[in-house]
T-cell receptor, first 114, second 113 residues
Framework: EPEVTQTPSHQVTQMGQEVILRCVPISNHLYFYWYRQILGQKVEFLVS????????KSEIFDDQFSVERPDGSNFTLKIRSTKLEDSAMYFC????????????FGQGTRLTVV | GNSVTQMEGPVTLSEEAFLTINCTYTATGYPSLFWYVQYPGEGLQLLLK?????DKGSNKGFEATYRKETTSFHLEKGSVQVSDSAVYFCALSANTGGFKTIFGAGTRLFVKA
């Protein structure tokens, strides 16, 4: 069964450092997403990406965040200068961009900023 | 904007008890509705879905019916097991929201043997 894969599963970084979280969406999907879940809290939408550009972003997704699809398979989330409050689980998801279809989620990357 | 409200947890049940987790939604257009489950230390798994009014989604003994008149999608299971202990998220997606998934706050379920 096709799946969304994320790497790494856990990343520890120092405050102020840049991190790149990587995702390989399902190959025939057209919409890609990043979500964040601070420990014990709800899953929050960060950004959606379609046709090689951001289609929507939340207020959380400020200038320190960026996304990129550098090639035909990878989808990355970059955080330029990490803050302690960026510590969270980050989920990548992809969907077929049609009505009535669900998003498929990766297993997540746990980011710890120290 | 679109939103999902679900009952707060935690919910603690004994094995074989009946489970209900309430979920209501607000959306423009015609959303699809989902329940996702997150087991300890794991990612989000789709548990079931319903795409139009009166549809019933079901999987692993869990059921939820899309009720447009009450804008609800309550999750039920007739007899829970210890292995059902997890966090359950009600969610929706709609073309009016760019297909992004909007989650409720999650309900933690503990099942005791």
């Amino acid at each position: 069964e096709p799946e969304v894969t994320q790497t790494p599963s856990h990343q520890v970084t120092q405050m102020g450092q840049e991190v790149i979280l990587r995702c390989v969406p399902i190959s025939n999907h057209l919409y890609f997403y990043w979500y964040r879940q601070i420990l014990g809290q709800k899953v929050e939408f960060l950004v959606s990406f379609y046709n090689n550009e951001i289609s929507e972003k939340s207020e959380i997704f400020d200038d320190q965040f960026s996304v990129e699809r550098p090639d035909g398979s990878n989808f990355t989330l970059k955080i330029r200068s990490t803050k302690l409050e960026d510590s969270a689980m980050y989920f990548c998801a992809s969907s077929e961009a049609e009505e009535n279809t669900e998003a498929f989620f990766g297993q997540g990357t746990r980011l710890t900023v120290v | 904007g679109n939103s999902v409200t679900q009952m707060e947890g935690p919910v603690t049940l004994s094995e074989e008890a009946f489970l209900t987790i309430n979920c209501t939604y607000t959306a423009t257009g015609y959303p699809s509705l989902f329940w996702y489950v997150q087991y300890p230390g794991e990612g989000l798994q789709l548990l079931l879905k319903a795409t139009k009014a009166d549809d019933k989604g079901s999987n692993k003994g869990f059921e939820a019916t899309y009720r447009k008149e009450t804008t609800s999608f309550h999750l039920e299971k007739g007899s829970v097991q210890v292995s059902d202990s997890a966090v359950y998220f009600c969610a929706l997606s709609a073309n009016t929201g760019g297909f992004k998934t909007i989650f409720g706050a999650g309900t933690r379920l503990f099942v005791k043997a």
